[in-house]
């Protein structure tokens, strides 16, 4: 293994240009001093994100719209012996890279993720978090949103993200787990976005999701959950 391996942050982007730079600054504020690249990845065919990108050394890539496809893209733009893959409204944890160099140096486990934290005062999101938390030990098996990390060899192996609308990260932790991998979860909260939350109301973002979990898990294919979704989300 690299003595000091590179770390590529992925982040998959739609029409996100408000933030894509303040993620992009509170990273490279984080990274300073560690060995990192960035990679975008924008779902839009006209750019409309990337666009908007200030930094000149960000990784700027655009590719067929949907979270797999895209974080298949950005891992092929990207060099790093380590991928992680971040959602775009959701910070790292200060100690976030170190972290990951410290799971990176023990070769039994094959990547990761983080816990779960979102920016909000409501209690309900506190509820939220520990429900995360105790799901995560017990099914080994972390979300999109908990910032999963993976050695890049490992996930070559494994053939990548599959190109399915929804359930991509279920998917792949499946798959992790299916071939006995090893993930460790960092007892360090990410934060992300309560957005969803706030625009969807708490109850039904909430109850939609765990619906749409049970059903995947009985066998509905993610092209009819990704109908089901977008019925329950469309102004």
């Given amino acids: 293994m690299p003595a000091n391996p590179l770390i590529s942050i992925i982040i998959p982007v739609l029409n996100e240009a408000a933030i ?38 960000v990784k700027k890539v655009v590719a067929p719209k949907g979270r797999g496809a ?13 991928l992680i893959f971040l959602h775009v409204d959701t910070l790292l944890p200060p100690m976030a890279l170190e972290s990951v160099l410290t799971v990176w140096g023990q070769p039994n486990y094959v990547g990761g993720a983080f816990d779960l934290g979102i920016r909000g005062n409501r209690s309900y999101y506190r509820l939220v978090e520990q429900m995360v938390y105790w799901r995560s030990r017990i099914t080994n098996i972390p979300y999109g949103d908990q910032a999963i990390f993976l050695r890049r060899s490992y996930f070559e192996a494994i053939g990548g993200y599959c190109d399915i609308p929804i359930m991509e990260d279920v998917e792949i932790m499946q798959r992790v787990k299916r071939r006995n991998g090893k993930i460790k979860i960092i007892p360090l909260k990410v934060l992300t976005s309560a957005r969803r939350w706030e625009k969807e109301g708490m109850l039904f973002c909430t109850l939609r999701n765990w619906i749409l979990i049970v059903l995947y898990h009985f066998g509905v294919t993610p092209n009819r959950l990704a109908r089901f979704y977008k019925f329950n989300t469309a102004k």
């Fill in 70 to 82: 895209q974080m298949n893209a950005g891992a092929r733009k990207s060099r790093g012996d380590i």
């Fill in 20 to 57: 894509i730079n303040a993620t992009i600054n509170y990273l490279t504020d984080l990274a300073s001093g560690t060995n990192v690249e960035l990679v975008v990845i924008d779902g839009d065919p006209l750019a409309s994100t990337i666009q908007h990108v200030r930094n000149p050394v």
